[in-house]
């Protein structure tokens, strides 16, 4: 069992950053590829970054990529969400998840764990 902790939300301007960090509990952190998704207010949830586990590959979605950077501590068992140039567009709650299997967090098919989300808001 893996258990997802986010922080770091909150209220932030147009153009200001912020850093998201997602703890997990557990012994097997380093073999768990880690990933970011959000879910604005009436809309489905969306995948926004991932990071394999072992060779530290990174995807982001089209509307965060150059903005967003997502990176991984094993020994802290967190993953980061640094969040820059931030848009009234990218307010959401943010959920961090993981999955044994990189390609489950791309496709966000059947994705092992979830964390219950930090609220990120960006005022205009």
């Known amino acids: 069992q893996v258990q997802l902790v986010e922080s770091g939300g909150g209220l932030v301007q147009a153009g200001g950053s912020l850093r998201l960090s997602c703890a997990a509990s557990?012994?097997?952190?380093?073999?768990?590829?880690m990933g970011w998704f959000r879910q604005a207010p009436g809309k489905e949830r969306e995948f926004v970054a991932a990071m394999s586990a072992i060779v530290a590959n990174t995807q982001y979605s089209d509307s965060v990529k150059g903005r967003f950077t997502i990176s991984r501590d094993n020994a802290k068992k967190t993953v980061y969400l640094q969040m820059n140039s931030l848009k009234p567009e990218d307010t959401a709650v943010y959920y961090c998840?993981?999955?044994?299997?990189?390609?489950?967090?791309?496709?966000?098919?059947?994705?092992?764990?979830w964390g219950k989300g930090t609220l990120v808001t960006v005022s205009s």
């Open positions: 998840a993981a999955d044994p299997q990189y390609a489950r967090l791309i496709s966000t098919t059947d994705i092992a764990y």
């Open positions: 557990g012994r097997t952190f380093s073999i768990y590829a």
